[in-house]
């Protein structure tokens, strides 16, 4: 048995600290009410068609107190990462591994390049919260899962093998970077596209918004792409984003149900990260710029 740290319990970070529950001790960093402070646990229960899975108390990680991880997976939203990253600033926890299951690729190049084990997963299983404390799982998938730095490599197998555990498949990869930029790219031509929209990921297609500019868009894609090494064609790039939407038709993006919910999006991370990282390169993105800024004056009493 193992002891795992889950940071964040949205609806990844709870579907993966429900499954690896019956297996491993798993305690949770997250924002908790009152009560859950007070008893030192959350309550969580996972459905997975129409049946509860997993019901079971979840203890609340504590710094000074809590047993070190053999494994931290960090699952918050990008733009929590900074006070989930002080609050695991602690000598007991400098030189555990740490799994990035995020969306977008901000915090997956910041951290890269920290000295200690850090790698990153990315994955096609599907859930949502039904309540805070309350998750669906409504589609099974494979998770990938690789070393972002030379630290990481001899803990790559090890911590593949704890994913997989949880009974969901979790694949070692040997370079995680073209898969990264896969995900980020689908994320940039659905999720903003949605939530400025107010639709489903399917109905995006038909929108004027998307067909004029999706072209325009995936050039920027894949000029990124190329300056990363990993390339794409803009045609191939189109090709995937709406191969995902016609897949996921019915479902609404984690940045609309954000934008529902009065959070603060993912968007520097996804879109804004693609206009940044050709702004170093000199190059401009308007596309990902014109949805970065729409989203932040959507959003900006969130903040």
């Known amino acids: 048995m193992a002891t795992i740290l889950i940071a964040g319990l949205g609806a990844m970070g709870g579907l993966w600290a429900a499954r690896l529950a019956s297996r491993h001790q798993v305690h949770v960093l997250t924002r908790a009410s009152d009560t859950e402070t007070l008893s030192g646990s959350i309550s969580l229960t996972l459905y997975r068609e129409g049946y509860p899975v997993f019901a079971g108390d979840l203890p609340l990680f504590e ?37 990035i299951m ?14 200690r084990p850090v790698l990153a997963a990315t ?7 039904a309540s805070r404390r309350t998750l669906h799982h409504v589609a099974t998938g494979r998770t990938r899962l690789g070393a972002l730095n030379t630290r990481a490599e001899q803990h790559l197998d090890e911590a593949a093998a704890l994913l997989a555990s949880s009974g969901l498949e979790t694949q070692a990869v040997g370079d995680i970077w073209p898969a990264l ?58 090709s995937d ?4 939407a016609r897949a996921t038709a019915q479902n609404t993006s ?26 170093q390169a000199g ?19 969130f903040h």
């Open 102 to 115: 995020q969306n977008g690729m901000a915090t997956q190049m910041q951290l890269a390049s920290m000295n």
């Open 241 to 244: 984003i709406e191969e995902v």
């Open 63 to 99: 710094p000074a107190r809590s047993p070190a991880p053999d494994l931290i997976l960090l699952a918050c939203k990008t733009w929590q990462t900074a006070a989930v990253l002080s609050a695991l600033n602690h000598p007991g926890l400098a030189d555990r591994p740490v799994v």
């Open 181 to 238: 930029w896969s995900k980020v790219c689908i994320n940039c031509g659905i999720n903003p596209y949605t939530a400025l929209l107010n639709v489903t990921n399917g109905e995006i297609l038909e929108s004027e918004l998307y067909r004029t500019t999706i072209d325009d868009l995936c050039q920027e894609l894949a000029h990124a792409r190329m300056l990363a090494g990993c390339p794409a064609t803009a045609d191939a790039l189109r």
């Open 254 to 279: 984690s940045m609309l149900a954000d934008v529902k919910a009065g959070r603060p999006t993912e968007i520097e991370a996804i879109n804004g990260f693609i206009v940044d990282y050709l702004r």
């Open 283 to 301: 190059q401009p993105a308007p596309v990902n710029s014109l949805l970065t800024q729409r989203i932040r004056t959507l959003t900006q009493e």
């Open 123 to 129: 994955t096609t299983e599907a859930a949502y919260r």
